[in-house]
């Protein structure tokens, strides 16, 4: 029964190491595609890095072997031409070397977090709208921002691990004559004794005994730092939400107060400084110990054999320092392998989140592409519960419209609204009942070209920090004059003249929304930038066109007006209107009435109207108290232009 027990220890053991291979070895896949060539340049630039001083080291100790000894100026001229030109050689090849690895590892940071981007672009959507992923996705990065936690660290510490081990190599290779050479003549006592090859055995050991203390002091002071600054990520992560806390608010509430005493409170609750200090001190206090007492055996056996003509003075020196950088390197390959089997707890974090699972039904049928572009979409029955909840947030929805149709959908908060466009852009599946297009269950089709036929303007749509014209055409290259129509039909021709009177020649089109990231950018109100995003709609020219409330910050007045607006811009497609103000809605064909989660009215304005015991009735007449007036000014507004 033991044996068996060792042998299954031993199996999980080879298991875990097999584990751990695996995780270093994809992340340094990952990062060969992040930086191209890093790794070329990184072992090249490792090998010349390493070589220089232990060449400088050989070299300095036949030099002085030949000071010592015969003294051949010639021969000496030669060793100091070897030396120096030797040395220029390599100081170029390493700094050239150097600064290719630089070019190829640039911009890591921005790499690396453009991955995860890239990674969640093909994530089911669900999980980019579950709390638990979104905190997953944020301790990631705050490791990485903290410690590089992930593939930074092994990215460094493979650099630093090959480099040490390439160290170890050239110390065996320069100390090794040390217990060799020995002595010509008769000695006795003292000299006879590190003259044999007994006390060059017993040095041989106490390095190697060292050497095996040193990796294990290394290992163990990696592994208590790793978790300690483990905490620095969580401790950024909430830092970094109270430096946000900046502008008006700031001056008015006096708000540096509380963002000075949470950082202190979570310093001082943590002490992930004072940890790794501490054992950093007594760790490093007990290595030092210890390399002493090794340097003085090391001193005087080498000495002592120098003294009895066993070597030059010259290597003397070299053994000293070779030894010393054995024992370096041995520890600093241990500390690597400690860091590194710390990390992949990390790693095993960040490739779970990577593989995510994506369990939707991936379809191959291409979308028909049609001249006449008539497209009909049917709800059949549709039902739908959203996950980790047994709520219906839809229940037997029934509806078809066509290409031109102009359908507004209204009701309370929570009746189901979104969840509707959710459904029709395809980013769930129906739990129940099927979505088809032109009669084919849209699950069938190719997610990206039935994606494709879909403009969608949402509540809280994204405009960024990036020239106007890259925002509009979500591309770096983009059709100018058309990104122009698209704004000037979007309602902004009036800010692109005065934009353009005061760029000084430049191109407006060129210049970054907002001052954050550029002193030149162009700085858009809220209604500008609403209709940015709807001129980004425009700029897709789909099909489809959904407004899920992107104005639900404006006035009734300004919201009716951009609704007509858009109404005529999309006169020919079919677009889908979702508004808590039911005024802004009645130039449409119909109107969809949800009612907790279930469609229960539809038809035109007027129709549902005149239904006083009809929801949308209701809800009409709550409103009209608030807006009767407003809609007058609409009106007349509206007409005006």
């Not at 090959?162 to 000695?187: H, Q, R, W, Y």
Request: aromatic share 12%; net charge positive; glycine share 8%.
């Amino acid at each position: 029964m033991k044996e068996k027990n060792k042998d299954k220890n031993k199996n999980k053991n080879k298991r875990s190491l097999q584990e751990d291979w695996r995780l270093i070895r994809r992340s340094l896949g990952i990062l060969n595609k992040l930086m191209p060539h890093f790794w070329f340049y990184q072992i090249a630039c490792t090998l010349t890095e390493t070589f220089f001083p232990y060449f400088g080291l050989y070299m300095s100790a036949q030099m002085v072997n030949e000071l010592a000894g015969v003294c051949d100026y010639r021969r000496l001229a030669l060793m100091a031409g070897i030396t120096v030109g030797g040395g220029f050689l390599l100081s170029m090849t390493t700094k050239l070397l150097q600064s290719r690895r630089e070019l190829c590892e640039e911009h890591t940071f921005y790499r690396h977090e453009a991955y995860l981007a890239d990674a969640q672009s093909r994530f089911k959507y669900e999980h980019l709208e579950n709390p638990d992923v979104t905190l997953w996705r944020s301790k990631i990065l705050a490791g990485v921002n903290a410690t590089g936690a992930g593939l930074l660290v092994v990215k460094w510490q493979v650099g630093y691990f090959l480099g040490n081990v390439l160290g170890v190599i050239f110390s065996v290779f320069l100390i090794i004559s040390m217990f060799t050479m020995t002595a010509a003549g008769e000695f006795r006592g003292v000299l006879a004794f590190v003259n044999s090859p007994a006390s060059a055995g017993i040095v041989l050991f106490l390095i190697l005994a060292d050497a095996f203390v040193s990796v294990k002091i290394s290992g163990a002071c990696a592994c208590r730092q790793r978790k300690a600054l483990g905490r620095l990520a969580w401790d950024n992560t909430h830092y970094s939400a109270f430096s946000r806390l900046w502008g008006a608010d700031m001056a008015i509430f006096n708000l540096n107060r509380i963002v000075v005493e949470e950082t202190y409170k979570y310093q001082m609750k943590f002490g992930w400084v004072r940890e790794v200090e501490r054992t950093a001190i007594k760790y490093n206090t007990l290595s030092l110990l210890l390399d002493a007492a090794l340097n003085v055996v090391i001193f005087l056996f080498v000495a002592v054999r120098a003294f009895i003509g066993a070597f030059g003075i010259g290597s003397f020196i070299l053994y000293q320092g070779a030894v010393k950088r054995f024992i370096a390197s041995a520890s600093g390959i241990a500390r690597q392998i400690g860091q590194l089997r710390q990390n992949n707890v990390d790693l095993v974090s960040l490739y779970d989140y990577l593989d995510l699972p994506n369990d939707m039904y991936q379809g191959s049928l291409a979308v028909e592409k049609r001249d006449d572009i008539d497209y009909e979409i049917e709800f059949r029955d549709v039902s739908f519960r959203y996950p980790r909840t047994e709520t219906w947030a839809l229940r037997h929805v029934n509806m078809k419209f066509k290409i031109g149709d102009k359908l507004a959908i209204v009701g309370e908060n929570g009746s189901g609204k979104t969840t509707f466009i959710k459904l029709l852009c395809r980013l769930y599946d129906p739990t129940e009942g099927k979505i088809l297009l032109n009669g084919i269950d849209i699950s069938r089709y190719r997610q990206e070209e039935y994606l494709a036929l879909f403009s969608v303007v949402f509540q809280d749509y994204a405009v960024f920090g990036f020239p106007l014209g890259e925002n509009v055409a979500v591309s770096l290259k983009y059709d100018e004059k058309r990104v122009r129509d698209c704004l000037l039909r979007a309602g902004l021709g009036e800010k692109l003249e005065r934009l353009e009177r005061n760029a000084e020649g430049k191109n407006v089109l060129k210049l970054a929304i907002g001052r954050g990231y550029d002193s030149q950018g162009i700085d858009l109100s809220g209604g500008e930038l609403q209709k940015t995003a709807l001129a980004r709609a425009l700029y897709k020219d789909a099909p489809f066109v959904v407004l899920d409330e992107p104005t639900a910050a404006l006035d009734p007045i300004a919201e009716a007006e951009v609704y007509e607006n858009f109404n005529r811009l999309v006169a020919e497609k079919t677009a889908v209107f979702i508004s808590h103000r039911l005024s802004s809605c009645r130039f449409c064909d119909s109107i969809a009435v949800f009612d907790k989660g279930q469609l229960i009215q539809q038809g035109p304005h007027d129709l549902l109207v005149a239904d006083e015991k009809g929801k949308y009735s209701q809800l009409w007449n709550a409103q009209a108290q608030y807006y009767h007036d407003e809609n007058q000014r609409t009106a007349s507004a509206v007409s005006s232009k």
